[in-house]
């Protein structure tokens, strides 16, 4: 599926992906057979989110409204078998959703939806198609609103082979999408080290990953003289010149690529599978060394708690420029992506 995201994302973008197939099986859990509602998808959707492993579906709204979903575009979360989403700068700008649906259930959905086919139209591009709601964001029709659009907005949308949705709250970036599709843009998958990425990430049985080219260039020091930190009675056990101790000996990574978080199941455990796309061999070596100090000797500036607390290394490798790391975790919400999340452990530009 990264085939086809085209590969000018701009910088502080994200890639999510879930594999809903993948996730209901590591949490124990399967999409209702009969008696198909609402409430029956939702509590499934509850238990996902608050299993270990925390799978979360919110590219479908936070209601699961199986029939809105049907209703608007043909299909909903129980018809998707992976979602992918792209974010930029914090748009949602793309989403692709390899459904059980054919290009003849979303075109009689949306050409009978009563609050939006009287301005629904197809749109030729080269040799695909996509239908469209508004082509600009700025002047497009605000509709009602719904978990299937969730500002009212009409998006555009293209169905390509073997059950693949493309929807966008931009032309541009759907027509971006079909170019990849047609090889007339490079695609994330024409990178060498994010396409090993995938290929490793997919052989692992991973229900969840994000592909993230952000940078920040967050001093540690910055942090803690934003928070209250200093002039409080101490955090846990800890005083502040303790905490300040920490966060001073904090070790910074340098700049990477692409960073990729996956989560799995292996051998009855939840595993995180962390990968640096760095520019070069070298780099891939010092910052996985660098990162595995961190695990060991470094706490939390969340909680202050020692991140070996929460997660082990099971093992290490470079591929070329590309560094792994496989985490045992504790169960619950990312710890590696809290670590790795916060914006103090990478060197700018």
């Given amino acids: 599926m990264l085939s086809l995201i085209a590969d000018k994302t701009p910088n502080r973008s994200s890639v999510r992906y879930v594999h809903l197939d993948r996730a209901l099986a590591a949490t124990g859990q399967q999409w209702p057979t009969a008696s198909i509602s609402d409430e029956s998808v939702g509590r499934v959707i509850d238990q996902m989110s608050m299993s270990p492993s925390s799978v979360q579906t919110d590219q479908f709204g936070s209601d699961p409204d199986v029939t809105g979903w049907r209703r608007a575009f043909g299909f909903s979360v ?31 959905a949306t050409s009978n939806d009563p609050d939006w086919s009287s301005i629904r139209r197809d749109v030729s591009f080269g040799d695909l198609s996509y239908t469209t709601w508004g082509d600009d964001p700025a002047v497009r029709n605000v509709g009602p609103i719904s978990s299937a659009r969730t500002a009212g907005q009409g998006y555009s949308l293209a169905v390509l082979n073997d059950g693949v949705v493309v929807r966008s709250e931009f032309n541009g970036r759907l027509e971006d999408t079909l170019n990849a599709e047609t090889n007339v843009l490079l695609s994330l998958a024409d990178d060498a080290g994010i396409a090993l990425v995938a290929e490793r990430f997919d052989a692992a049985g991973v229900y969840a990953a994000s592909f993230t080219n952000r940078r920040w260039g967050v001093d540690p020091m910055t942090l803690l003289r934003e928070s209250d930190v200093p002039s409080s009675p101490g955090v846990g056990d800890l005083e502040p010149e303790q905490v300040i101790a920490i966060v001073e000996s904090f070790k910074i990574l340098p700049p990477y690529e692409v960073l990729a978080i996956g989560q799995a199941v292996w051998d009855g455990e939840f595993v995180e599978h962390v990968a640096f796309v760095m520019a070069t061999e070298a780099e891939a070596q010092l910052v996985v060394a660098d990162f595995a100090v961190i695990v060991a000797t470094s706490r939390s500036m969340t909680t202050f708690a020692p991140y070996s607390d929460s997660m082990e290394i099971l093992g290490t490798e470079i591929v070329g420029h590309v560094g792994f790391v496989t985490l045992q975790t504790q169960r619950g919400p990312s710890p590696a992506r809290e670590l790795l999340g916060s914006g103090s452990l990478f060197a700018s530009e």
């Avoid at 930029?88 to 075109?107: H, L, P």
């Fill in 78 to 108: 129980i018809d998707t078998n992976a979602v992918i989403e792209v974010d930029g700068a914090g748009i949602r700008s793309v989403q692709i959703f390899a459904t059980e649906i054919d290009a003849a259930a979303v075109a009689a």
